[in-house]
């Protein structure tokens, strides 16, 4: 980001929310507290029923698209693939000799489309699904899209980089609800089944009062491309698009969501404010930083702490702990007592008990027999109102971090923030420039 765009007045500024509003994003789930009957779970199928077939068109074929794609042809019969779009040539040829390959799947040539554009001929090429995959700077225009032309989404995580794109996903999904369109998002947590489980124990009381929650990833350094002599600067920022804060919206909100997002779903509530503090030492390329840590203050003077680290060499550790006042939880299948003992752990089947009512589908295919069931049965589905929550709470750290200064909700909620071009080239970027983010710096 260039040194103008760390003004915090480029951050955080004052403008309407028009008729769409804070409501209509501060009630996505009720707090726990209010719980008064014992919840179960809904059913889970492990396959999604028979019906006509139901043709899907992805757009964004690297890795996570192309696993996408084959995580949807996994989720019951009579699904096909028919369409794929990107901004990239080899992407499309990796993407079809994978569907060859392990599935079967030709993609025929005159359903193959490349470059900015791509996502609005694979939504006109007679599909009833789109799987929104590209980087997640481009969501919120291909979610409107796909909304628009009345089609059924699978939108990857997070479904957004700034609140701009956050409140354009919002808005899409109220016209999705009034249109009996299903929406799915790739946060796999609330769908796999040990999380499910522990997450309604918690629900009905064992470990008491919500009081807290500590939430840790940290892992190695992800990928990165270095800048080629032929690639244009929008060439090299795409296909090192993990590396830079426009298009990812940095590892706290483009990897980090997973954790955040368990931490929101326990939580039941928006935080009040956000300090946060973070930086970089070892990243080779791109403008995001290393590490973030996160205080989150509720209303209630309920606090969370969250961190993420992305260095090799150093531990690696996830925590998902939720504190209660009578225990706390393992958001990944164990309670404990205040004491720190297991009193109850979630009881996965032995190896090759594909029968038992605990065995755990892989979440990836699960949220699209989700997805599938809900098409095929009437019974909409979506989880858009949560995801836009989750996705700005990690935004919301991100600026704290970034600008040194705590963001409140109702800053970022009324954040005119939007990162990168509103225009796609191959050529320069003027809006970005591959400079790291300095606290305390030019954030009056």
């Not at 209630?300 to 090799?312: E, F, K, M, S, V």
């Not at 589908?361 to 009437?378: D, F, K, M, S």
């Amino acid at each position: 980001m260039t040194k103008p765009e760390l003004n915090r007045r480029n951050f955080i500024t004052k403008t309407a929310w028009g008729t769409l509003g804070a409501a209509g994003i501060l009630t996505s789930c009720s707090g726990p507290s209010t719980k008064k009957e014992e919840v179960q779970l809904p059913e889970l199928l492990e396959q999604a029923p028979d019906g006509e077939v139901i043709r899907a068109g992805l757009i964004g074929c690297g890795g996570r698209g192309t696993g996408a794609a084959l995580n949807f042809l996994d989720a019951g019969p009579n699904l096909q693939i028919t369409a794929l779009g990107d901004v990239f040539q080899d992407k499309i040829d990796n993407c079809r000799s994978k569907l060859k390959a392990e599935r079967n799947v030709e993609i025929a040539d005159e359903n193959c489309f490349i470059g900015f554009d791509s996502y609005e001929k694979v939504i006109d090429s007679g599909v009833d699904v789109v799987l929104l995959c590209t980087p997640p700077h481009f969501r919120a225009e291909h979610v409107e899209a796909a909304v628009n032309a009345r089609k059924h989404i699978f939108m990857e995580k997070p479904i957004a980089v700034d609140p701009v794109g956050a409140r354009s996903v919002m808005a899409s999904a109220k016209k999705a609800e009034a249109a009996g369109l299903s929406m799915v998002s790739g946060t796999i947590r609330r769908v796999q089944k040990d999380y499910m489980e522990t997450q309604r124990r918690v629900v009905n009381g064992e470990i008491g009062e919500i009081t807290g929650a500590n939430i840790i990833r940290n892992g190695g350094a992800l990928w990165y491309r270095t800048r080629q002599p032929e690639w244009t600067e929008m060439e090299y920022m795409l296909r090192n698009w993990v590396n830079f804060c426009w298009l990812s919206g940095d590892h706290i909100t483009e990897q980090f969501i997973h954790e955040v997002d368990v931490m929101n779903w326990y939580i039941g509530q928006n935080p009040l404010r956000a300090v946060g503090w973070g930086g970089r030492q070892r990243r080779i390329t791109g403008d995001q930083y290393d590490f973030f840590s996160v205080e989150y203050e509720y209303e209630n003077g309920l606090r969370t702490h969250c961190a993420a680290r992305q260095i090799n060499g150093c531990t690696n550790k996830k925590v998902q702990q939720i504190n209660g006042t009578k225990g706390y939880a393992d958001a990944a299948g164990k309670i404990y007592d205040l004491k720190g003992n297991v009193v109850w752990e979630y009881p996965y089947p032995e190896e090759g008990d594909t029968d038992s009512e605990w065995k755990v589908t892989n979440p990836y295919v699960q949220e699209h027999i989700n997805l599938v069931t809900a098409i095929r049965t009437g019974n909409r589905l979506s989880d858009a109102e949560a995801q836009v929550n989750s996705t700005l709470i990690t935004i919301m750290g991100r600026i704290s971090a970034y600008t040194g200064k705590d963001v409140s909700w109702e800053e970022i909620m009324n954040s005119d923030l939007y990162l990168g071009p509103k225009t796609y080239a191959f050529g320069p970027v003027s809006e970005v420039k591959e400079e790291i983010p300095l606290a305390g710096v030019s954030n009056a």
